[in-house]
């Protein structure tokens, strides 16, 4: 989340101060996005929340870099940002460790355990409790879900002449599963596309249109 201060003020500290790492997160907060993906896998609410914890916080082998200038996970505009960003590489599993600060929950990794896991092929035999079940690895790959539509935060709510902004009308997301299948969801329903309340609404906050901003 942006510190005190429009994005536009941000925007123009760091182009006048030359912080090229800090210029890139704020571009970033101001862009919408229409879609989400992460590229590991989830099913539901805790991994969800899980995946993003993972990447946002998980210690790598190098020390954090964004920018080298400031206090480690420093981002400056028209005020200090403190984020603990450290260089990861994102070919690999990451270990589940800490929880930002903005996020509701620390959530779990991929099947439950403290590995949130890349996407790749047989990743769904992971989340398979009945090895006997001939089926068991077709249905994992049905529940995965590798990429939906947006959908808008509850902050913007007024900006956007409505409690919820959608791609589609009526109200919901397109979801694409790991076995190739897409599935419309109306909001409010299954996972990805539901209101999360009991976490305060958090996943249409994290995955909203309307970036940072």
Known sequence: RLPSGTIEQHLEA????????????FYAAAFG???????????NVEEFYGV???????????????PPTFPPGTLVGASPVTMGVWQKNWDD???????????AIPGSGFG??????RLREG?????????NNPAASAQA??????????????????AAAGGVVFNHIPGGCNVLFMDGHVKFVRYPGRFPIMTDAENGYGI??????YGLG
Do not use: C
């Open 14 to 25: 760091v182009r006048n101060g030359g912080d090229v790492h800090s210029a890139r997160y």
């Open 33 to 43: 996005r229409s879609y989400w993906y992460q590229g590991f896998a989830m099913s």
């Open 52 to 66: 993003w914890n993972a990447t946002g916080m998980h210690m790598g082998s190098s020390p954090p870099w964004m």
């Open 93 to 103: 599993d990451l270990t589940l460790s800490n929880k930002l600060d903005w996020t």
């Open 112 to 117: 439950g355990g403290t590995t949130v896991s």
């Open 123 to 131: 990743i769904e035999r992971f989340a398979i409790t009945d090895i």
């Open 141 to 158: 790959q049905s529940e995965l879900v590798v990429m939906f539509d947006t959908f808008g935060s509850f902050d913007d709510a007024d």
């Open 204 to 209: 249409p906050r994290q995955v909203g249109h």
